[in-house]
Structures are given as C-alpha cells and as structure tokens.
C-alpha cells in the first residue's frame, strides 16, 4: 500500500459533519510532483464504489469522462482466494474500489501529478464487513486500482464522491504532497 513518505506536506483534510454526496473539495496552492491521498468510508447509504475528482484550478473538479481504471479485488473468509477483475473506461473519476458495497472502506491513493502529462492513480482499499468501523473489525474484501486521469495539467484539488450513493457521517479525505 502507498504510505505517506516523511518530508511530505499536509495540503487538506476534510471530514464530513453530516451524510452527504461528497466530502468538501481539497485545494492546494503551487505544484506538487507526487500526491498521497488517505480516505476513510464510514459507509453508503446505498451500495456503491466512491471516486475521486481532481481539478487542475482550485475548487474546479475535472466531471470530464476523462478517467480510465482497472483493478481487481480479492475477497476474504473462503479457502480460496478469488480475485475478480474489472476495466472501466470513459469515467467521471477514478474508482477507490473495484467492489460495490455499503460497508466502511479505508484506503490509500498514490498519485504521481506530472506537469504536462497524465496523472497515474495507484490505490489499495480495505473495505470492512461493517459500517462505521470503531475497533478491530473483519475484512471483507482487499482492493487493488490502478488508474489514469487524462489531463496534462497538474491537480490543484480533490474531492471523494459517492458515485450514485451519499457518502455517510464520519467520512473523510486527507492530501499529502510532495513539490516538484
């Protein structure tokens, strides 16, 4: 899973006060080479995969159908383990998951944000048995996304959607960057 490297710098944090669609979006000032995104679920409202925005103006989200992924999850508690693929292309963000649920999730997110070429998504997701995980709580599934936004202009802000579903009390979204 992508960590957050010492020397990185804290650019936002938002956590979400009451259910909504979307946590508040994240800006930064200056030009940051490599993004480290930290999200937490508390769950759905319904079933479904959040994603992430990113803009290349603060406070302006990318809704473009410019975001490609791909990935697979590996579910937990059979004898064998089964990892099921999924490609989307043609997207309005890109995917924290590869799996739809109404469970909490927790992941990480790796983004290198050249200036003057596409932005690459690495992340790994946890998502939990549960909602609104407070102590040790089993593991559903294992998540594993690779993605692209297709925007030659370096990422200014962020935000985490539901994606067709509200996003519940208690989510939130951290940015961490690296300059250049």
């Given at each position: 899973?992508?960590?957050?490297?010492?020397?990185?710098?804290?650019?936002?944090?938002?956590?979400?006060?009451?259910?909504?669609?979307?946590?508040?979006?994240?800006?930064?000032?200056?030009?940051?080479?490599?993004?480290?995104?930290?999200?937490?679920?508390?769950?759905y409202?319904?079933?479904?995969?959040?994603?992430?925005?990113?803009?290349?103006?603060?406070?302006?989200?990318?809704?473009?159908?410019?975001?490609?992924?791909?990935?697979?999850?590996?579910?937990?508690?059979?004898?064998?383990?089964?990892?099921?693929?999924?490609?989307?292309?043609?997207?309005?963000?890109?995917q924290?998951?590869?799996?739809?649920?109404?469970?909490?999730?927790?992941?990480?997110?790796?983004?290198?944000?050249?200036?003057?070429?596409?932005?690459?998504?690495?992340?790994?997701?946890?998502?939990?048995?549960?909602?609104?995980?407070?102590?040790?709580?089993?593991?559903?599934?294992?998540?594993?996304?690779?993605?692209?936004?297709?925007?030659?202009?370096?990422?200014?802000?962020?935000?985490?959607?539901?994606?067709?579903?509200?996003?519940l009390?208690?989510?939130?979204?951290?940015?961490?960057?690296?300059?250049?």
């Open positions: 899973m992508p960590s957050i490297p010492l020397g990185a710098h804290k650019l936002g944090e938002t956590t979400m006060g009451s259910t909504a669609a979307a946590t508040a979006t994240i800006s930064w000032a200056g030009f940051y080479g490599v993004l480290f995104i930290e999200h937490v679920i508390a769950g409202s319904g079933s479904g995969i959040a994603i992430l925005q990113f803009g290349t103006t603060a406070g302006t989200l990318d809704t473009g159908s410019n975001y490609a992924s791909g990935g697979f999850h590996v579910t937990m508690g059979t004898a064998a383990v089964t990892a099921t693929p999924t490609s989307r292309v043609s997207q309005v963000g890109v924290v998951a590869n799996d739809a649920t109404a469970n909490a999730r927790y992941g990480m997110h790796q983004v290198q944000n050249p200036n003057g070429r596409n932005k690459q998504v690495d992340s790994r997701t946890t998502t939990y048995a549960t909602t609104t995980v407070t102590a040790a709580t089993a593991i559903s599934t294992i998540s594993v996304m690779e993605g692209r936004w297709f925007q030659n202009s370096p990422a200014q802000c962020v935000a985490m959607l539901g994606n067709g579903v509200n996003l009390t208690g989510s939130s979204l951290a940015v961490y960057g690296i300059p250049g």
